[in-house]
């Protein structure tokens, strides 16, 4: 009776690959990454980095009102909520009304929702872009290299003639981007260059 039930279960194991080479390590931990997948990773171009790039600041702006009028409307439901009595201040020095206060703490919760919408819009965008968001990564680091080999030192502005776009935070196509080399260049030499 032993015999029978185990029978089935020894056909299919010895019907079953190999897993374990030598030394007891499995086959599928030896595979290189490079075979790991059989389609090569298609590379993205400038243009469509840049595109991306807008869609990504498209979905941080976009998330920031719905995020500020959650806060708002989450801080005015709680602190709504609250008994107060008009008669006893919230701080016995200072006497604030409690009304004051609880609406103060209200615009402080649609603040923290206007702060944290931009991060919700981004990891929003990371999700739905999952499959390029490493190639995304990595010109990032690049592209930011480049801005900041390029850009103008810091110490040659002045309080009447700050350095234009220092961050290249307004930089969205390879036109753009060409332009603000010429503007970094125009600057710099304005900078250095004596007055006549």
Same mark, same amino acid.
């Not at 959650?70 to 107060?84: A, M, N």
């Not at 981007?177 to 710099?188: E, V």
């Given at each position: 009776?032993? =015999?029978?039930?185990?029978? &089935?279960?020894?056909?299919?194991?010895?019907?079953?690959?190999?897993?374990?080479?030598? =030394? =007891?390590?499995?086959? *599928?931990?030896? !595979?290189?990454?490079?075979?790991?997948?059989?389609?090569?990773?298609?590379?993205?171009?400038?243009?469509?980095?840049?595109?991306?790039?807008?869609?990504?600041?498209?979905?941080?702006?976009?998330?920031?009102?719905?995020?500020?009028?959650?806060?708002?409307?989450?801080?005015?439901?709680?602190?709504?909520?609250?008994?107060? /009595?008009?008669?006893?201040?919230?701080?016995?020095?200072?006497?604030? /009304?409690?009304?004051?206060?609880?609406?103060?703490?209200?615009?402080?919760?649609?603040?923290?929702?206007?702060?944290?919408? &931009?991060? *919700?819009?981004?990891?929003?965008?990371?999700?739905? +872009?999952?499959?390029?968001?490493?190639?995304?990564?990595?010109? /990032?680091?690049?592209?930011?290299?480049?801005?900041?080999? +390029?850009?103008?030192?810091?110490?040659?502005?002045?309080?009447?003639?700050?350095? &234009?776009?220092?961050?290249?935070?307004?930089?969205?196509?390879?036109?753009?981007?060409?332009?603000?080399? !010429?503007?970094?260049?125009?600057?710099? !030499?304005?900078?250095?260059?004596?007055?006549?």
């Amino acid at each position: 009776m032993q =015999n029978f039930a185990w029978t &089935p279960l020894r056909q299919t194991c010895r019907s079953l690959p190999r897993l374990v080479g030598k =030394n =007891n390590v499995s086959s *599928i931990f030896l !595979r290189p990454k490079s075979t790991a997948t059989g389609v090569a990773a298609r590379e993205i171009s400038w243009t469509e980095y840049f595109a991306l790039r807008r869609r990504r600041r498209q979905f941080q702006s976009a998330s920031t009102i719905p995020c500020a009028m959650v806060g708002f409307l989450g801080g005015s439901f709680y602190f709504g909520s609250l008994q107060t /009595d008009p008669t006893k201040p919230i701080m016995a020095r200072l006497g604030i /009304d409690p009304m004051m206060f609880y609406g103060g703490c209200t615009l402080l919760c649609m603040a923290a929702g206007y702060v944290v919408g &931009p991060s *919700i819009g981004s990891t929003v965008w990371r999700v739905l +872009n999952r499959k390029s968001v490493a190639k995304i990564d990595a010109l /990032d680091r690049q592209f930011f290299k480049h801005i900041a080999r +390029n850009r103008v030192d810091a110490s040659l502005q002045s309080a009447t003639a700050p350095v &234009p776009d220092y961050y290249g935070e307004k930089i969205g196509s390879l036109p753009q981007y060409k332009q603000w080399l !010429r503007d970094q260049a125009k600057y710099k !030499r304005k900078a250095t260059l004596p007055e006549e």
